[in-house]
């Protein structure tokens, strides 16, 4: 009897999902009462990039599930209602003017209340842009168009655009907004987070540590959505992506090599040699500033490179022939041929192939997926993780630095196709931050062999071994401009 009772309590609580319109109508009704994300989400007790990924196709599950429901169809019953009322006064004001002759008519009667000419139409619906591709709400002369210049996408560029992908496979575009106004004060989320988890573990370290960590991920997309008040741009956080971003398989990885450097001089002078094992601080930390997409990838084909634009690119690498002393910008890569890199990476291949350096020759582009992209996007978002990673190495406080450190390398790890992070999904950005870090890398191996150091090994992003007077080339420290002592080991016969 007890389980047929549990079992009657379990149907009498089922029920259906609330259903949902589409991700189009979704951000239509949002925008039609001219509503912001940020205004959404406080009201429903989500991060605005939350609402922006349920604009861009995912849904919402449980209580947060009906709540945007409720919104969603209060959007559309006012929006029906203030529609009626409109063409209610419409009516009334044509039937008065039927009573007047046509030439007690004004002179400007061939221009709409925005002042333009009457073969502008507000559509029902959205369309695609005939300029930029993306929705705008009126057509002239038949064609769906953007009236305000700002709000197309294609016044970014001069240059002739890629034809923009269908509507079913194309995320939602990023347009720039403008600086908006920026209040003076700034909360400490980073050190309330910190003061909030020792009270609650009545100031045991450990277990206050061990409950940061486990919400460093939705804590660095909070720290993100605020970082990001007043920036020019809105972040995508659930664009469409090519298939050479998605995995090949359910464990596999995708199609994108990041160069990462597993490298170590094949020999050395004769004689004996102290080592010095360096690490490098916050690799991961640091490159995050890095060219990033803004942006919906738009595919392009042939040998150019625009250096408004970020993504990935397939490209046949250059000889290395400096592998005795350096380590190749590619890393370590065994398979010849083409392969796809990102941004980072062939930027700093156009960088040591050109004049100043004249390492290599230039890689071949055979085709690209790009966006108009920024260097600052995320800096607001480092430069709040790197103060406060400063301020606990000054303090001593182990707890905060544990905390900086799983937000931005739980970030950087998570934004991929992963379960952990449903409020950003861009693999792209994920590979791009993680061969910016291989790239810096490189770069202190560079300028640790042209300030006469020996490199002896580079490793992944943080771990570079020299012979020779580092403390010269590099300053030792905790921060993220310096570098300290891993181990010091010596090799070969005195």
């Keep these: 009897m007890t389980d047929f009772g549990a079992i009657d309590a379990l149907l009498a609580g089922a029920k259906k999902e609330v259903p949902l319109p589409s991700a189009e109508e979704r951000r239509t009704l949002r925008e039609e009462l001219n509503l912001s994300r940020a205004q959404l989400a406080q009201a429903l007790g989500v991060s605005p990039s939350t609402v922006g990924g349920w604009e861009s196709g995912r849904d919402p599950s449980g209580e947060v599930r009906e709540k945007y429901a409720y919104f969603l169809e209060g959007a559309r019953t006012k929006l029906a209602a203030e529609a009626a009322d409109e063409t209610s006064a419409e009516d009334s004001a044509s039937s008065e003017g039927d009573a007047d002759s046509q030439d007690d008519a004004p002179a400007d009667a061939g221009q709409t209340e925005d002042g333009g000419d009457d073969d502008v139409d507000v559509l029902a619906a959205p369309q695609p842009c005939v300029l930029c591709g993306e929705p705008a709400r009126h057509q002239v002369a038949g064609f769906p168009q953007h009236l305000d210049p700002a709000e197309c996408g294609s016044a970014e560029a001069a240059q002739p655009q890629p034809q923009p992908l269908p509507q079913s496979e194309r995320g939602v575009r990023v347009v720039p907004v403008g600086r908006r106004l920026q209040t003076a004060d700034s909360p400490d989320l980073i050190g309330t987070a910190v003061a909030s988890a020792l009270a609650e573990h009545s100031g045991d370290v450990e277990s206050a540590t061990e409950a940061l960590v486990k919400r460093a991920i939705p804590d660095a997309m909070a720290l993100l959505d605020h970082s990001r008040m007043g920036g020019r741009y809105d972040v995508v956080a659930h664009p469409w992506m090519p298939d050479v971003l998605r995995k090949q398989s359910s464990r596999g990885a995708d199609q994108i090599w990041e160069a990462r450097p597993k490298w170590s001089r094949s020999e050395l002078p004769a004689g004996k040699h102290e080592i010095t094992a360096l690490d490098i601080n916050g690799a991961y930390l640091s490159a995050l500033k890095t060219h990033l997409p803004l942006g919906q990838l738009e595919h392009s084909t042939g040998n150019h490179h625009d250096r408004r634009r970020a993504g990935i690119h397939l490209i046949t690498p250059p000889d290395w022939e400096h592998d005795a002393y350096l380590p190749n910008p590619i890393g370590s ?5 083409p392969l796809w890199v990102t941004e980072s990476t062939l930027r700093l291949l156009l960088r040591i192939s050109g004049p100043k350096y004249g390492l290599c020759d230039p890689p071949q582009i055979h085709e690209s997926w790009t966006s108009g992209a920024t260097e600052g996007l995320l800096e607001k978002f480092r430069i709040a993780l790197k103060d406060a990673r400063d301020r606990a190495i000054a303090d001593n406080d182990d707890v905060t630095l544990e905390y900086v450190k799983a937000m931005y390398s739980k970030f950087v790890s998570t934004m991929g196709e992963s379960n952990y992070n449903r409020e950003l999904y861009r693999t792209d950005w994920m590979h791009l931050i993680r061969s910016q870090a291989f790239a810096n890398l490189w ?28 403390r010269a080339v590099f300053a030792e420290g905790r921060g993220v401009t310096e570098v300290k002592v891993k181990d010091v080991y010596t090799v070969g016969a005195g």
């Excluded at 191996?445 to 570079?464: C, K, W």
């Design 333 to 337: 890569r065994d398979e010849p041929g």
């Design 443 to 470: 770069w202190k191996a560079h300028r640790a062999y042209d300030e006469g150091l020996m490199v002896v090994r580079a490793m992944g992003t943080d771990e570079l071994h020299v012979i020779g007077d580092w």
